[in-house]
């Protein structure tokens, strides 16, 4: 049963002077309860743009979001606060989202008590256990955001995200920040939790090899669009598109399925003027004459795996993940 939805369609980002970026187009995306969906691409793709409409950081221009089955610009009062707690974001730099001036006793209390989950006697024994459940020692509740490490940082973010109860947890290059050995460490605490909290996750990452470690389902992106949607053994294992495969090409251990895939060749275009047609032709190594002029179709090529690529085709009419 789908009971978290993120229904999302052309929704524009940022203006700037010139023109309108269009972060993220015809994007229809379903999150499940206790699902885990990975979103990959190059910096500027608009993954960070889709995480912070689903958060309900940024408004969709266009389109909706659904939390529980409810468009979220329809909600009433109560259910808009049952969504801005249900759905938390994680981000890449714990010291910047940290008040350097705050104990982690209000980092991580103030907004559960503020909010009513636990009463101003009960924050202390709160904070306590979440900080126990990150993996902190309690005691370190009176101190202040530098006087830990980076990894501890983010166990303290993750705390925080905790503290009201989430349902969905958006981590928005949660351990690009940290060290190779500190990264594994915190990437299986997000999977812990996810066991002990039923916890959903949607996790946003440029680095395919991170995504695949915690993810059931991968959403591949290129400059603003979805390009391939696939269960992660199957984009690990059976890659439709040109550019998910140029991805794998450049994951450290080359096995036998990669080693006809060419790594990604030269810039990323512009997101202000993406190139016609399909936008990774000039990077692609198997673009023709169509892939110029016409933009392909997101398809279904098999059950749960979505592919946007004219190579792909024959194949069933157009379809959502
Ligand atoms: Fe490459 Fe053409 Fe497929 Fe785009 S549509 S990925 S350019 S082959
Ligand atoms: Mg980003």
């Known amino acids: 049963p789908v009971d978290l939805a993120g229904k999302l369609a052309n929704l524009l980002g940022a203006r700037n002077s010139a023109s309108v970026v269009q972060a993220v187009s015809d994007v229809d995306l ?94 202390a024994e709160y904070v306590a256990e979440l900080m126990r459940q990150v993996g902190l020692d309690p005691e370190y509740a009176q101190r202040y955001p530098h006087q830990f490490s980076g990894g501890q940082r983010q166990r303290i973010g993750i705390a925080r995200a905790l503290a009201l109860k989430p349902r969905l947890i958006v981590c928005d290059e949660a351990v690009a920040a940290l060290d190779v050995s500190i990264q594994a460490q915190v990437l299986n605490l997000f999977l812990e939790l996810r066991k002990e909290l039923a916890l959903t996750y949607l996790f946003i990452s440029h680095n395919l090899g991170v995504v695949g470690h915690v993810s059931d389902r991968v959403v591949i992106m290129y400059l603003g669009r979805v390009v391939e949607v696939a269960p992660t053994e199957v984009i690990f294992s059976r890659p439709a598109h040109p550019y998910t495969q140029a991805l794998l090409a450049e994951l450290p251990q080359l096995d036998a399925v990669r080693r006809d895939y060419r790594p990604i060749q030269g810039e990323l275009p512009s997101p202000l003027n993406p190139p016609p047609g399909c936008a990774f032709h000039p990077r692609c190594p198997h673009a023709f004459a169509r892939c110029k002029v016409e933009r392909p179709a997101l398809r279904a090529l098999a059950d749960g795996h979505l592919s946007a690529c004219h190579l792909n085709e024959p194949a069933a009419p157009p379809a959502t993940p």
């Open 30 to 123: 379903q999150i499940r309860a206790g699902e885990v969906i990975g979103v990959v691409g190059e910096s500027g793709c608009g993954k960070s743009t889709l995480g912070r409409v689903i958060a309900g950081i940024n408004p969709p221009s266009a389109g909706e979001v659904r939390y529980e089955g409810q468009p979220v610009a329809a909600m009433t009062a109560a259910q808009r606060k049952a969504y801005g707690l249900g759905v938390q974001m994680i981000f890449q730099n714990p010291m910047a989202s940290l008040n350097p001036r705050m104990r982690v006793l209000d980092i991580v209390g103030e907004a559960p008590v503020v909010h009513g989950l636990v009463p101003a006697s009960g924050k």
